[in-house]
């Protein structure tokens, strides 16, 4: 049982290339969600999916697209990237006791 | 509205000294979860405890232990005895129930250095 995964690691981007950050999970949660932490800013929500094929923004979805075609996977797609969006991002799924488990994050650098 | 404040923003102690890590919420739901979070240096993410807001009876977890005060809207977490491991940054978080975790409001947590 591996939990939440998430590839790549470490990605570096130049401004304008586009990229797709995986996320999996195993436990057959219907929630997952995107989020990225910031210095300062705490983990604030990208965009979150409450099943396979629904999908709804959350606090700072700009710059970014998300699908759920299968329960296991929730890809998060940076259609051309900025160097706002050097963060670090982290996927979690969670089931109805709202209990969030994370993925081990991407650590991404736009320049 | 939900608000969840963590006010220490760093706490130094020294290893097997005690330390609570203080989290006060707001919020008008009147079901809630209250979560607390660990985020070791290595950068990921660990689930702690969820305690329901219908519960207010105090955990213990071996060293760890939390401190559930409705009247006081704050949810504490006291490490007993700390050791150099429990280094890390600490986040209270605060969820509507039956929300599937999407609306859950982090703290802006707490960083915890035990030096040996």
């Known amino acids: 049982n591996a939990g939440v995964t998430q590839t790549p690691k470490f990605q570096v981007l130049k401004t304008g290339q586009s990229m797709t950050l995986q996320c999996a999970q195993d436990?057959?949660?219907?929630?997952m969600s995107w989020y990225r932490q910031d210095p300062g800013m705490g983990l604030r929500l990208i965009h979150y999916s409450v099943g396979a094929g629904i999908t709804d923004q959350g606090e700072v979805p700009n710059g970014y697209n998300v699908s759920r075609s299968t329960t296991e996977d929730f890809p998060l797609r940076l259609l051309s990237a900025a160097p706002s969006q050097t963060s670090v991002y982290f996927c979690a799924s969670s089931d109805r006791s709202d209990t969030q488990y994370f993925g081990p994050g991407t650590r991404l650098t736009v320049l | 509205a939900q608000k969840v404040t963590q006010a220490q923003t760093e706490i130094s102690v020294v290893e097997k000294e005690d330390v609570t890590l203080d989290c006060v919420y707001e919020t008008r739901d009147t079901t809630y979860y209250l979560f607390w979070y660990k985020q070791p240096p290595s950068g990921e993410l660990v689930f702690l405890i969820r305690r329901n807001s219908f519960d207010e009876q105090n955990e213990i977890s071996g060293r760890y232990s939390w401190n559930f005060q409705k009247s006081t809207s704050s949810f504490n977490f006291t490490i007993t005895a700390s050791q150099v491991v429990d280094s890390a940054v600490y986040f209270c978080a605060l969820s509507p129930t039956y929300t599937g975790g999407f609306k859950t409001i982090f703290g802006a947590g707490t960083r915890l250095f035990v030096k040996a």
């Open positions: 436990m057959n949660h219907e929630y």
